[in-house]
């Protein structure tokens, strides 16, 4: 049976094999054919741009921006809007028209106006042809989508640090050229290998530009205690990773009566110094982004999706789902404007009043806020702690959380780790474990807590800083493990970075990627060291010794 769709960019993906009848994210066969042609059309607006800066022209930003958000649109469990994806092709092949016509060259100089008299019906026929299995050799093919893969990862970084203002010229100009080479046939299996741990350096300058957008724009994160409980006060729950949308809010909910709660990767929010001073940012609301279906639903009030992870939200709370910036889902309200002054949130604020408070689900506080610069003030207090023997090793558990049962593996891991360790996390995999009492050591907290993933940037500067403190030639003489739950695409860009950086041995779970053919998991594997997990107590044996 022909398969209706084919993806496997998630650690979900049906069988670690591919989604084929539809997604497990919950985006429909139409829809993800839609984004592959998406996918598609963006190389070629790369390989139009690539050819520009050879020319020694310049690309206009909003250009490379629209390269960005098309790539963030199709991140797992961003946006599942069938109509957004076709205007986005046509608007995308629009702009390579333009561009073209620059260039001088004249050909398909009607392709947009081609495309945009084309049903959506029609599109998706054509994706067939250009979705990830157009690619025949099963390692090229692999090779070429973990490209694509860190390069989508790469977008987020880029889409929140242009949404305060920061750009890099060439981070944009690497990513729209590595694009363009995921369609070059004479590019050999070494080629893409060399590509993609090059996308892994630039991954960190990407992660280094948003910190510096962050910490520059918002203070250096603090150790902070959050509350977890609720107020009785009507209130808008918001998810996903945009701080700029964050502060957009709290400014116009000032002196309405609506308390903001923050759910999911928003929950480090809490630890910037800019936020603190308002009185109504008032704490979490909940767990992991795969727990929306139940916490939705008990917050009463309006949830603001500002960036990825939706699930397909239940119809009986899906009135108040909003969704901004890249983020999309059918009967959905979507608050328009470009994380900027002329986003305007009067109709989310106006549809809390009307709603009753949050129902309380817990309380009590989780502490984070362990970003760098603030591990890095006590890197005194840590040294001695480890040249001392209190602390015996470091376990980054950072990445992401999910549905499966098999996650629950972390909480074990977590629980069953010797009192002498310390986890070093970001990202929602840190809801695995984030509530469980496990003690400090010597008052540093047993679980320190980076903030999202989009703040692993933190964990590589403290491991590099550990490894000048203690005098090391090779980052792996730390006494470090890396043990980290993946689930899309941020992971990934992640992943290359650590690998850059020569971090070896990294275990990753609780499944391998579904996109690593044989022969390519068995070069990291030989190359690098990556495993996957087994079981809590064999895992930690390994580890400690």
């Known amino acids: 049976m022909e398969n209706k769709m084919f993806c496997f960019q998630c650690q979900e993906t049906a069988g670690c094999s591919g989604c084929t009848k539809s997604g497990v994210c919950g985006k429909s066969p139409q829809l993800a054919r839609l984004q592959d042609l998406l996918i598609y059309v963006t190389k070629g607006l790369s390989d139009v741009t690539t050819r520009l800066r050879s020319e020694g022209k310049s690309v206009d930003i909003k250009v490379n921006h629209m390269i960005t958000m098309n790539l963030f649109a199709t991140i797992t469990n961003v946006n599942f809007d069938d109509e957004v994806f076709y205007a986005k092709i046509v608007e995308t092949?629009?702009?390579?028209?333009?561009?073209?016509s620059e260039l001088g060259n004249k050909e398909n100089l009607s392709e947009a106006a081609l495309w945009n008299s084309t049903s959506k019906s029609e599109m998706e026929e054509k994706s067939a042809k250009v979705g990830v299995l157009s690619t025949e050799n099963e390692d090229i093919r692999s090779l070429r989508e973990l490209v694509?893969?860190?390069?989508?990862?790469?977008?987020?970084?880029?889409?929140?640090?242009?949404?305060?203002?920061?750009?890099n010229e060439e981070i944009d100009a690497f990513m729209q050229e590595s694009l363009a080479k995921t369609m070059d046939d004479s590019l050999t299996a070494d080629d893409l290998v060399a590509l993609a741990l090059n996308a892994g350096k630039v991954g960190v300058d990407a992660m280094a530009l948003l910190d510096s957008a962050n910490t520059e724009t918002y203070g250096h994160p603090e150790i902070t205690k959050v509350n977890i409980g609720v107020r009785n006060n009507p209130a808008i729950l918001i998810s996903g990773h945009d701080l700029k949308d964050l502060e957009l809010l709290l400014?116009?909910?000032?002196?309405?009566?609506?308390?903001?709660?923050?759910?999911?990767?928003?929950?480090?929010?809490?630890?910037?110094?800019?936020?603190?001073?308002?009185?109504?940012?008032?704490?979490?609301?909940?767990?992991?982004?795969?727990?929306?279906?139940?916490?939705?639903?008990?917050?009463?009030?309006?949830?603001l999706m500002t960036t990825n992870c939706l699930v397909p939200p239940k119809d009986s709370?899906?009135?108040?789902?909003?969704?901004?910036?890249?983020v999309g889902f059918e009967g959905c309200k979507h608050i328009k404007g470009n994380s900027e002054s002329d986003k305007d949130?009067?109709?989310?604020?106006?549809?809390?009043?009307?709603?009753p408070p949050p129902t309380e689900i817990e309380t009590g506080e989780i502490v984070g806020g362990f970003a760098h610069n603030q591990v890095l003030a006590l890197a005194d207090q840590i040294v001695e702690a480890v040249k001392s023997g209190a602390i015996?090793?470091?376990?980054?558990?950072?990445?992401?959380?999910?549905?499966?049962?098999?996650?629950?593996?972390?909480?074990?891991?977590?629980?069953?780790?010797?009192?002498?360790?310390?986890?070093?996390?970001?990202?929602?995999?840190?809801?695995?474990?984030?509530?469980?009492?496990?003690?400090?050591?010597?008052?540093?907290?047993?679980?320190?807590?980076?903030?999202?993933?989009n703040d692993c940037y933190s964990l590589a500067v403290i491991a590099l800083k550990l490894k000048e403190v203690f005098e090391l030639d090779d980052i792996n003489d730390l006494p470090i493990a890396f043990n980290i739950?993946?689930?899309?695409?941020?992971?990934?860009?992640?992943?290359?970075?650590?690998?850059?950086?020569?971090?070896?041995n990294i275990h990753l779970g609780p499944t391998l990627p579904a996109f690593l053919s044989p022969n390519v998991a068995k070069v990291l594997v030989e190359n690098f060291g990556i495993g996957g997990i087994s079981t809590v107590e064999e895992d930690i044996k390994m580890f400690m010794e």
């Open 93 to 100: 092949l629009k702009i390579k028209e333009e561009l073209l």
């Open 148 to 167: 694509v893969y860190g390069i989508k990862g790469m977008s987020a970084y880029m889409k929140h640090a242009n949404a305060l203002g920061y750009e």
């Open 251 to 303: 400014k116009q909910t000032e002196g309405t009566g609506v308390d903001v709660y923050t759910h999911s990767e928003m929950l480090p929010a809490h630890y910037y110094p800019a936020f603190k001073k308002y009185p109504h940012f008032v704490g979490n609301y909940g767990n992991a982004w795969w727990k929306q279906k139940e916490e939705f639903e008990s917050f009463n009030g309006p949830i």
């Open 317 to 326: 709370y899906k009135d108040r789902v909003y969704t901004t910036g890249a």
């Open 345 to 355: 949130f009067t109709e989310i604020i106006e549809h809390a009043k009307k709603c």
């Open 392 to 453: 015996k090793k470091f376990f980054v558990m950072a990445g992401c959380d999910g549905r499966a049962k098999s996650r629950n593996y972390y909480t074990e891991f977590a629980k069953a780790l010797p009192k002498d360790t310390v986890i070093l996390t970001a990202g929602c995999a840190k809801y695995k474990y984030n509530k469980l009492d496990l003690g400090d050591i010597g008052g540093i907290p047993r679980v320190l807590d980076a903030g999202q993933c």
């Open 485 to 504: 739950a993946w689930y899309e695409q941020k992971a990934v860009i992640v992943l290359l970075s650590l690998l850059y950086l020569g971090v070896k």
